[in-house]
Nanobody
C-alpha cells in the first residue's frame, strides 16, 4: 500500500557525484510517520549491505566504506530521503535500494523497499 519511488542513478566517472532520491506515497495520502530511512546496495556477486541510515531525530549511520564521501538526509514533510554521493569509486557500482521503517503499520507492514536504481562508476 506504500510505494517507494527512487531516482537519481546513472553512469558517472570515478571521482564524480550523484544524488539519489526516494519518496514514499499512497493513493490516499502523502504523509507518513517514518522512524528510519535508509539506503542499501547490492553490487555484482555481493550481498546486500547497509550504506547509510537516518532516524526521525536526524541521527545518521554510515558504512565504513562510504564515510566522508556520502551524506544521507531526509525531508519528513515530503516523505523523502536523499543520498549525496561524492568522490565515487568503481567499487561503489551497485543497485541502490531505499528502505523505510514506518512508525505505524500500513496493510500489516512496517518495512517498505524501493525498486532499486543502478549506479555505475567507470574507471
Amino acid at each position: 500500500q506504500v510505494q517507494l519511488v527512487e531516482s537519481g542513478g546513472g553512469l558517472v566517472q570515478a571521482g564524480g557525484s550523484l544524488r539519489l532520491s526516494c519518496t514514499a506515497s499512497t493513493a490516499s495520502r502523502n504523509i507518513f510517520s517514518i522512524n528510519v530511512m535508509g539506503w542499501y546496495r547490492q553490487g555484482p556477486e555481493k550481498q546486500r549491505e547497509l550504506v547509510a541510515s537516518i532516524t526521525r531525530g536526524g541521527n545518521t549511520n554510515y558504512a565504513d566504506s562510504v564515510k566522508g564521501r556520502f551524506t544521507i538526509s531526509r525531508d519528513n514533510v515530503e516523505n523523502t530521503v536523499y543520498l549525496q554521493m561524492n568522490s565515487l569509486k568503481p567499487e561503489d557500482t551497485a543497485v541502490y535500494y531505499c528502505n523505510f521503517l514506518l512508525a505505524i503499520a500500513v496493510a500489516g507492514r512496517y518495512g517498505y523497499w524501493g525498486q532499486g536504481t543502478q549506479v555505475t562508476v567507470s574507471s
